[in-house]
């Protein structure tokens, strides 16, 4: 009954290759998002969906592109993976626009 | 300035200490701030929302500064599982939440 829930939670993968990223929430909220936090901890937004509708994209590469089916579920395909993607992806929800954020476990992407 | 500044630390304190971390914001507009707290490895999880002038739960106390722009979060009593990353979120504008680089504390026996 995790509230937020990411899969993979690893994904090891060469430069080049696509992979994807999913995310669910059973807490009933409308907005989704996900965060990059990067090897210095930085954790940085990249997308924000309210309601299936696209509301934040901050200078995110279009190598990037998340998909929302519902409301409940938020998807991240990424193309091409370079080096420079490694990171951990975090998922989160909230209530309302921009309210407390509900994170997932976080996605450890390893690109070699 | 940067939207949001946190002192990055580490802040290494003895068990039962009080410790204070400052986080200055650059948007006079935002009404909420939020203190997270992120263990080594995990997701950050949300601590506390201050939403006027302070907030209290417990051992931990946060306070915002309008005039100067900066929130604090005072941790009394200092525990071993205090131990973390504690970052602070400020609403700013149109966008969602900005996150610091976070504040990392250490707390020793």
């Known amino acids: 009954d995790t509230a937020v829930s990411q899969t993979p939670k690893y994904l090891v993968t060469q430069m080049g290759n696509d992979k994807s990223i999913k995310c669910e929430q059973n807490l009933g909220h409308d907005t989704m998002y996900w965060y990059k936090q990067d090897s210095k901890k930085f954790l940085k937004i990249m997308f924000s969906?309210?309601?299936?509708?696209?509301?934040i994209n901050e200078t995110v590469p279009n190598r990037f592109s998340p998909k929302s089916p519902d409301k409940a579920h938020l998807n991240l395909h990424i193309n091409s993976l370079e080096l420079g993607d490694s990171a951990v992806y975090f998922c989160?929800?909230?209530?309302?626009?921009?309210?407390?954020?509900?994170f997932g476990e976080g996605s450890r992407l390893t690109v070699l | 300035r940067k939207e949001v500044e946190q002192d990055p630390g580490p802040f290494n304190v003895p068990e039962g200490a009080t410790v204070a971390f400052n986080c200055t914001y650059s948007n006079s507009a935002s009404q909420s701030f939020f203190w997270y707290r992120q263990d080594c490895r995990k997701e950050p999880k949300l601590l506390m929302s201050v939403y006027s002038s302070g907030n209290e739960d417990g051992r931990f106390t946060a306070q915002l500064n309008r005039a100067s722009q900066y929130i604090s979060l005072l941790i009394r009593d200092s525990k071993l599982s205090d131990s973390a990353t504690y970052l602070c979120?400020?609403?700013?504008?149109?966008?969602?939440?900005?996150f610091g680089k976070g504040t990392r504390l250490s707390v020793i026996a």
């Open positions: 989160a929800s909230s209530v309302r626009r921009f309210g407390e954020l509900f």
């Open positions: 979120v400020v609403p700013s504008g149109n966008t969602p939440l900005v």
């Open positions: 969906y309210n309601n299936k509708e696209l509301i």
